[in-house]
């Protein structure tokens, strides 16, 4: 609890979340394609097995939705164009602002009695 997540596995089920939208977007039926079973076989697999990122998962399937929603929005207008790189600009520097706001305000440098530098965790 409490850990900072994320990696390879976020990305893909933000990427999956795109693919979504792509298909929902251009009518292609999600649960005849094998995708849907297959997003949701992962995501119980996420939710029932200990040691995977929930907040990895979860937040990269969300934030694949939302980029995908405006960014494959079917009119294709230069402003929406323009909206979704913005919008995916914003969600990348916050989530690493969060994520070393979060590390910084949670963990610091200790130094031991030999002068080795180490990670300590702030009560």
């Known amino acids: 609890a409490g850990a900072v997540s994320g990696g390879a596995s976020g990305a893909i ?11 929902w977007q251009r ?21 029932m097995e200990s040691g995977i990122s929930v907040g990895a998962h979860t937040g990269g399937l969300i934030s694949g939705i ?4 405006v960014m ?3 009119t294709r207008v230069v402003q929406q164009r323009v909206l979704g790189y913005g919008l995916a600009l914003v969600i990348t ?5 969060g994520t070393f706001g979060y590390v ?9 009695q030999f002068g080795q ?5 702030k009560p």
């Open 27 to 47: 009518g292609v039926r999600f649960w005849e394609t094998g995708w849907g079973p297959l997003l949701v076989i992962n995501l119980v697999f996420t939710f």
């Open 93 to 97: 520097v916050v989530s690493i602002g």
């Open 66 to 69: 939302v980029l995908g929603y």
């Open 104 to 112: 910084h305000a949670r963990y610091y440098q200790c130094q031991n």
């Open 13 to 23: 089920f933000g990427v999956a979340g795109a693919a979504t939208i792509a298909l």
């Open 117 to 121: 530098q180490f990670t300590c965790r």
């Open 72 to 74: 494959l929005h079917p």
